[in-house]
């Protein structure tokens, strides 16, 4: 992993232990709840996919932490060195 991209991932590791960011995701998690019941009451289908879509990316905010790990556990597993048994 390069130092610019270990840098980013540091960052945001950091960011996501600040107590700014889980009041963001509460207010995250409200506005999904808030799309959904607003999703109950729409007129038309366009206006249920337009509210699911903005549900769907608040989850993937939510979920970001667990994301950049994933892609960050990959990165360093892809700089290991095989290992050859036999």
Same mark, same amino acid.
């Given at each position: 992993m390069q130092v610019e991209d270990?840098?980013?991932?540091?960052? +945001? &590791?950091? +960011?996501?232990?600040?107590p700014g960011w889980a009041r963001l995701v509460d207010e995250a998690k409200k506005q999904i709840y808030q799309f959904q019941a !607003? =999703?109950?009451? *729409?007129?038309?289908i366009e !206006? /249920?996919?337009y509210l699911r879509?903005? *549900? &769907?990316?608040?989850?993937?905010?939510?979920?970001l932490p667990d994301i950049l *790990?994933?892609?960050? =556990?990959? *990165?360093e597993l892809a700089e290991?060195?095989? /290992? /050859?048994i036999g």
């Open positions: 270990r840098q980013y991932y540091d960052d +945001m &590791e950091s +960011m996501f232990g600040e !607003d =999703a109950l009451e *729409a007129r038309t !206006d /249920v996919f879509g903005q *549900a &769907e990316q608040l989850v993937r905010l939510i979920n *790990a994933s892609i960050k =556990a990959q *990165a290991q060195p095989d /290992v /050859v």
